[in-house]
């Protein structure tokens, strides 16, 4: 029991400090593995390198490495283009074209605080410009960034989907990414009516649309801000005292073009997920050979590709998932799933569970959590008490919808765009909503595990 309970807090150390130091956590959770072989369980330390999962390293490399092409080609932000051309300046309706770029992105693989990264730039000078309040622009590229989180091709989703597969479980990609779905559009609607989307609904009622606005530039400027910070400074005023000029507001701005590669690109990444869901096949060797094929077919616009993967989540996710391997081996895992069936009511475990990844990951990495848990969780559902989807889903959305807190990575970079003079308002908009994330998710997801419902 020692050992069990050490472990658990080599952990939670872990988290502690990848939450105060902004040390990987994945890099934590190796160390605290070697430390635990070779000091307390007297393995070797090829006890560790056993428990490291390759199929998840390959899946990772495999995702970010196509989704680095599609962003280096052009095609990401062609898709923004297109989808921001798509509403004539009407403020009521750019939250939701908000909601729904950073999710459609999301949704075709990209990382959460990437597409953020992207959207946030144009999303709060938008709000600026507009009117719209920063903190219903920002919750809405939040939660429609967290409607991504859990497709069959986004990290999330492939890692909940592989870590339920390792455990001998069959997983619901589908159902998950519905879920999820429906979750953050029933959010997006509350954060639309009590955040200020229904004032400008009825103020524009009777008014002519404003002048359709170009948003090439400000994409591109994302882009760039998201590849070189995780935290994106407002845009300063020009040396004359004046405003500086928004390139949106520039009338003969045109349109990102569409070639024959982003159309090759958008084709590959939609028979990835197709083939994924459909054929069963392998989703990390399956993205990886897309990856081959587009550098083959067009090595030029691929170049620097390879330096997007996205290695710091690599060791993040692979990090954790190697420690928590560890502990199924050790009987950490088992120790854990007694414990909780020990509560005497399946509803009361995963609520507890859920109200734990929600706490922590309000702090710490969402995808940590969610690696955490998922395996924690196993011994429970093996019990057949209770639904795995359902339970994956509470997993699943209590641990990534309070992303929206000002201390997680994409609520920081969110806020860091907010207008100076708007800054304080938006943080406690965000910190209020952030705590009733954390509240609320674990209570309503308990709904997706009652019995018969999935």
């Known amino acids: 029991m020692q050992v069990h309970l050490l472990a658990i807090g080599v952990l939670a150390l872990a988290f502690l400090l990848g939450a105060l130091r902004g040390i990987n956590l994945g890099a934590v959770a190796l160390v605290g593995g070697g430390a635990m072989v070779l000091l307390v369980t007297g393995k070797g330390v090829d006890e560790l390198y056993a428990a490291f999962p390759a199929d998840l390293f390959v899946l990772l490399i495999g995702v970010t490495f196509l989704f680095g092409i599609a962003a280096v080609n052009g095609t990401i932000e062609w898709v923004v283009d297109v989808l921001s051309r798509s509403v004539r300046g009407r403020a009521s309706v750019m939250p939701w074209l908000l909601f729904l770029i950073a999710g459609v992105v999301t949704s075709l693989g990209a990382l959460a605080p990437v597409v953020v990264g992207l959207v946030a730039p144009i999303g709060m000078r938008l709000a600026k410009k507009h009117g719209i309040s920063p903190s219903l622009a920002g919750l809405m590229i939040l939660h429609g960034a967290c409607c991504g989180n859990f497709s069959p091709v986004n990290l999330l989703g492939a890692t909940v989907n592989t870590t339920i597969e390792r455990a001998g479980l069959d997983p619901n990609p589908i159902a998950l990414f519905l879920a999820n779905i429906g979750y953050n559009v029933m959010l997006g609607v509350v954060i639309y009516c009590f955040f200020g989307g229904l004032k400008l609904w009825r103020a524009e009622r009777g008014t002519a649309a404003l002048p359709v606005t170009a948003l090439a ?45 982003k159309g090759l690109t958008l084709a590959v990444i939609v028979a990835v997920g197709v083939i994924a869901m459909v054929g069963k096949v392998d989703l990390g060797i399956l993205a990886l050979s897309a990856s081959v094929l587009l550098m083959v077919v067009a090595p030029k616009s691929s170049t620097g590709a390879a330096k997007r993967i996205a290695w710091d989540v690599v060791l993040l996710i692979c990090g954790v998932v190697t420690y928590v391997g560890l502990l199924n081996e050790i009987g950490t895992i088992k120790f854990v799933g007694d414990a909780a069936n020990s509560l005497g009511s399946p509803l009361a475990t995963a609520f507890l569970i859920c109200l734990i990844g929600a706490v922590v990951s309000a702090f710490a990495s ?24 359902g339970m994956a889903i509470a997993v699943a959305i209590s641990a990534t919808v309070v992303d929206s807190t000002p201390f997680s990575t994409i609520g920081a970079v969110v806020l860091s765009n907010a207008d100076s003079e708007d800054r304080d308002y938006t943080y406690r908009g965000f910190l209020s909503w952030g705590a009733l994330m954390v509240v609320t998710a674990p209570v309503l997801t308990m709904a997706f595990v009652l019995p018969g419902l999935l």
């Open 217 to 261: 530039e400000p994409v591109t400027a994302g882009v760039t801000a998201a590849a070189t910070s995780a935290r994106v400074a407002p845009t300063p005023p020009a040396a004359s005292g004046t405003p500086a000029a928004d390139p949106a507001d520039t009338p003969d701005a045109q349109p990102l073009t569409f070639d024959r590669i």
């Open 366 to 389: 969402s995808a940590g959590i969610i690696a955490v848990l998922i395996p924690l969780a196993m011994p429970f559902l093996l019990s057949g008490q209770i639904s795995v989807t």
